[in-house]
């Protein structure tokens, strides 16, 4: 019986644990509460008054379909590879053509030590609905 409750008890822990953890994530990622969103029109005022902005599309099936002015296409899964050959003192721009994505993924430049990143609120239909 012993077993048994210890076993339960596990169960209910690690649960309780994952509910917690979703719930974090969730709400970072969809609440817009992230100093790291810009809107469009934010983005664009970025774009405007900034040199050296990289900006990255994570949609490798989109990107072909539209995307913003001189983005490049970085798949999200590809970043941990790639962030040695990227500069850390350029501002980065991250978006994609679903949500979460461009937040997950700013938040990996950022552990990685970049410091100007930010991530487009909306993403890609945000920018087409706005023209900027």
Not at 26 to 48: F, H, I, N, R
């Amino acid at each position: 019986m012993k077993a048994s409750h210890v076993m339960v008890f596990y169960a209910i822990f690690f649960i309780i644990t994952a509910v917690v953890v979703a719930g974090f994530t969730y709400k970072q990622t969809t609440s817009g509460v992230s100093s790291m969103w810009l809107t469009p029109q934010e983005a664009k005022e970025l774009l405007d008054k900034t040199t050296n902005v990289v900006i990255i599309d994570l949609s490798p099936r989109y990107y072909d379909k539209g995307h913003l002015p001189g983005a490049v296409n970085l798949p999200k899964s590809t970043i941990p590879a790639t962030v040695s050959s990227l500069d850390k003192n350029a501002t980065y721009l991250v978006y994609s053509h679903w949500t979460g994505a461009p937040l997950s993924a700013a938040e990996l430049l950022k552990d990685a030590g970049f410091k100007n990143v930010y991530a487009l609120k909306g993403n890609f239909g945000a920018w087409v609905d706005q023209s900027v």
